[in-house]
């Protein structure tokens, strides 16, 4: 007898019926894609809400040993969580905010590549939520630092470093990335 047991986890609180837009090479975020009103308080032009969901399944024998398992992560941007004040949104602002969403796809790369190097074991579980921590946490990190080193988008030089970097690192995980 086989057992199958599914978990997901979400980076974001998200409701079931909330769009989303998967992350794809071939399409690139318009502003037409950020449906949250800015709030008036908020000195920033523009805010993506992204992120990572993962899911696994694990086969289990009727004696609790772990035969298989298989796992589900996508890079996702919600349209209803992001925002951006007309008055000051531009194209360059775009170009920051769609780069928040490469960085997220990176780290789903990034995400099924260690995936890919572990073994079936017993242990399958706890290895599994540890990379998805450890992943949360390295992304969250990688958009801050982006964020302060390009000062929110107002650092040209710096968000244009940025830019080949992270295309130079999807490029290095490609073999992981999204599939739609």
């Avoid at 086969?59 to 996702?76: E, G, L, P």
């Avoid at 007309?86 to 602002?93: C, L, M, P, Q």
């Avoid at 017993?122 to 939520?129: E, F, G």
Wanted: with cysteine.
């Amino acid at each position: 007898m086989v057992r199958i047991l599914l978990l997901l986890c979400f980076l974001v609180f998200v409701q079931n019926d909330e769009p989303v837009l998967s992350w794809d090479a071939s399409y690139k975020l318009s502003w037409s894609d950020f449906k949250a009103e800015p709030p008036v308080s908020d000195n920033a032009a523009a805010v993506t809400a992204s992120g990572i969901t993962f899911g696994f399944s694990i086969r289990q024998t009727d004696k609790n040993q772990v035969v298989s398992f298989t796992s589900d992560v996508h890079a996702h941007f919600y349209p209803e969580q992001s925002w951006y004040k007309i008055e000051v949104a531009d194209d360059h602002i775009l170009g920051h905010e769609q780069l928040h969403f490469d960085i997220t796809e990176l780290y789903a790369r990034k995400f099924r590549y260690r995936i890919s190097q572990l073994n079936v074991s017993n242990s399958i579980r706890k290895q599994l939520k540890k990379i998805h921590n450890d992943i949360n946490k390295e992304l969250s990190q990688l958009q801050n630092k982006y964020d302060d080193e390009t000062d929110y988008s107002r650092n040209y030089e710096s968000q244009a470093k940025w830019r080949i970097f992270i295309e130079a690192q999807l490029e290095k995980f490609s073999k992981f990335k999204s599939l739609n």
